[in-house]
Nanobody
Framework: QVQLVESGGGSVQAGGSLTLSCAAS????????MAWFRQAPGKEREPVAS????????DYAGSFKARFTISQDNGANTVSLIMNSLKPEDTAMYYC????????????????????WGQGTQVTVSS
């Protein structure tokens, strides 16, 4: 069983930055992929970024790479999401997730792939 605890959410003005952190109780074969998803009110949960912790391989959904950076601190079993140039449309609940490796050396970014989820941390961006 892997427990994930997110932190770092809050309120920020447009153009500002936030860093979210996700602390995993343990990393194992079932949790080598760690990812961030977000869900805005009335919308489906969508992937933001993932990282294969064994190889430090990052991946981003859509255009998030231009403003967001996912990174890991292996010693602390922690994955962070650095978010810059935030926009009001980035307002959402952000969730950390952990799951197994996909085929090859990558992580899938399907919500159904991830077995472990944190409780979420709210990010609110005001204009």
């Amino acid at each position: 069983q892997v427990q994930l605890v997110e932190s770092g959410g809050g309120s920020v003005q447009a153009g500002g930055s936030l860093t979210l952190s996700c602390a995993a109780s343990t990393l194992s074969d079932s949790s080598v992929c760690m990812a961030w998803f977000r869900q805005a009110p009335g919308k489906e949960r969508e992937p933001v970024a993932s990282i294969l912790t064994t190889e430090n391989t990052e991946d981003y959904a859509g255009s998030f790479k231009a403003r967001f950076t996912i990174s890991q601190d292996n010693g602390a079993n922690t994955v962070s999401l650095i978010m810059n140039s935030l926009k009001p449309e980035d307002t959402a609940m952000y969730y950390c997730a952990a799951g197994p490796r996909g085929s090859g050396h990558n992580c899938y970014m399907w919500t159904s792939w991830y077995k472990y989820w944190g409780q979420g941390t709210q990010v609110t961006v005001s204009s």
